[in-house]
């Protein structure tokens, strides 16, 4: 799906080089299409074809735009991806800073 993608033009793509090296990076345009990307990759069918959870401990300095993804998959409706973004915002917030119902 992302190489059907990236030929259309809805995929930047960026080398930043580091001192670990060069890292490519791509950004999803317009953003509903990477809501709809993450559903279909991490949410999407019987297997998927890898863990947010992975993620998260790969990339702890992108929590949020990985939390906002789950939250965005759940808006399209996956299960998974609410139960997951459930589970995600509430070890994030905490129960003592969510208002009371």
Known sequence: ????????????????????????????????????IAVDHYFGGEVTLGEIDDLLTDWPERQRELIRAVCRAAQFGSV??????????????????????
Do not use: C, F, K, N
């Open 80 to 101: 998974d991806a609410r139960s997951r973004a459930d589970i995600l915002v509430d070890s994030v917030v905490g129960d003592d800073q969510m208002p009371a119902a």
């Open 1 to 36: 799906m992302l190489a059907s993608i990236a030929q259309g033009g809805l995929v930047d793509v960026a080398t930043i080089h580091d001192s670990t090296g060069p890292t490519r990076r791509y950004w999803v345009r317009p953003e509903m299409l990477a809501g709809a």
